[in-house]
């Protein structure tokens, strides 16, 4: 029998193996990990109350099992990557009704659905950082705009699309939105994206139509695309907040660089629907419409049948929406004026000054250790710069239990400080 010779194996030499992901070292790790760590192991000081997860706890609507079981032979089809018809018509019929737009909304030309608006809000910034603003030079890359705290996806989106993210600090002297006036021509140049978020996750501040107007007139003028991130539109207390498609079509200027995107997750309580949608600029939503048909995640027949209930149904946004006020009334009642408590424009989230108790991080470990409680630090949520960590000194607090446990735990929160 011929013997064979084999070469002798050597381990591999993995001094050059390529280190991956290198684009998003900058991403800032998940708020809800850190909050993990700051936690574990340290025993609750009561029964727990979860208040750190924006994940909404009310009701289902009653519409959601009938639509989906009528429509679920369509889990056996491949979905269309830009929705049928009658999804985009029921999307375009609630912005029109929301923001009295005259039906200039073209459902065909200006709608696309997401699966979640996270995944768009993060792949949109795939499609606009454009070419104009690119360079070989790290110095020169293109910048994505960011409010400082914000929606950590955001920052994802940046470095996913090769831009740097620039975090603009929204704070009580910026009225909780970024500073127009603060930016420079060379910053503004350099921009590709400003992404807005309102109502504001976590202060709850809404921009007004000379805000809108402002900052439209401005992103045209050195060619930015604004991204606005419009989640908590319908949960408000008093005046709905003004839409950035109601400012641009009130005040006669079109849609042009601008895409605003909408969700099912906290204005129907479906947050594991993972339904949304993107509208505005035709031409950018074509270009988004290419992109969403090659990569990005579909949503299902059946899903988009219960979003057209949803979107067609205003009465149950209104019944969810008078939950929250009512909780945003116990929390003014318990709370007065402490920790710079101030009735949000919308969203559902108290943004509370804790700097009298050390800052956020040491507050929540409190209210852990002496009440069981648990919320977010709020320099989880934003980015140190320059001039500070502008969430540094603040917790964040969803309301998404109900009334009762809602004032049990703010309660037990203006005992402890």
């Known amino acids: 029998m011929k013997t064979l010779n084999t070469p002798s194996l050597k381990a591999p030499d993995l001094s050059d193996t390529p280190t991956y992901l290198t684009r998003f070292d900058g991403m800032p790790e998940s708020p809800f990990a850190r909050l993990r760590a700051l936690l574990d192991g340290i025993e609750a000081g009561s029964r727990t109350i979860n208040l750190s997860l924006g994940e909404p706890r009310h009701p289902q609507p009653d519409f959601v099992m009938p639509a989906l079981t009528a429509a679920s032979a369509g889990f056996g089809k491949y979905p269309p990557a830009l929705g049928t018809p009658e999804f985009r018509a029921a999307c375009a019929g609630w912005l029109d009704r929301r923001y009295d737009l005259e039906g200039v909304i073209d459902a065909n030309a200006m709608v696309l659905p997401a699966n979640g608006t996270r995944e768009a ?61 603060a930016l420079s021509d060379k910053e503004l140049d350099r921009a590709a994206a400003l ?29 930015i695309t604004i991204v606005a991130d419009e989640c908590y539109a319908d949960i408000y207390t008093g005046t709905p907040p003004t839409g950035i498609l109601e400012a641009a079509h009130k005040a006669g200027l079109g849609f042009a660089n601008i895409i605003t995107f909408h ?27 290419k992109f969403r048909n090659l990569a990005a995640p579909q949503v299902p027949l059946p899903v988009m049948a219960v979003s057209i209930a949803a979107w067609n149904d205003d009465a149950d946004a209104a019944a969810n929406r008078a939950l929250y006020d009512a909780k945003f009334s116990a929390a003014e009642r318990i709370i007065g ?21 050390g800052g956020g991080e040491k507050a929540a470990l409190a209210l852990w250790q002496e009440a069981g409680i648990r919320v977010l630090p709020g320099g989880y949520l934003s980015r140190d ?28 929160m203006t005992e402890i400080f």
Not at 338 to 354: A, C, I, N
């Open 263 to 289: 969700s099912l997750s906290k204005r129907n309580n479906l947050p594991g629907l993972r339904s949304g949608f993107s509208a505005g600029d035709p031409d950018l939503t074509s270009a988004f419409a």
């Open 121 to 181: 809000l993060f792949n949109i910034g795939q499609v606009i950082a454009p070419a104009s603003k690119m360079s070989s030079r790290t110095s020169d890359r293109p910048t994505f705009l960011l409010p400082n705290p914000f929606y950590q996806c955001y920052a994802a989106a940046a470095l996913g699309a090769g831009a740097d993210p620039v975090y603009l600090n929204t704070t009580v002297e910026t009225g909780h939105l970024p500073d127009l006036d």
């Open 385 to 412: 710069t320059k001039d500070g960590n502008p969430g540094t000194d603040y917790i964040r607090i969803a309301l998404v239990g109900d009334e009762e446990e809602t004032a049990r735990a703010l309660t037990r």
């Open 337 to 357: 004026n402490r920790f710079g408590f101030k009735r949000p424009d919308g969203g559902f989230f108290l943004w509370l000054d804790m700097a009298e108790a």
């Open 195 to 223: 992404y807005i978020c309102s109502p504001a996750n976590p202060q709850g501040a809404a921009a007004d139509t000379a805000y809108w107007v402002k900052l439209i007139t401005l992103a045209r003028a050195h060619n």
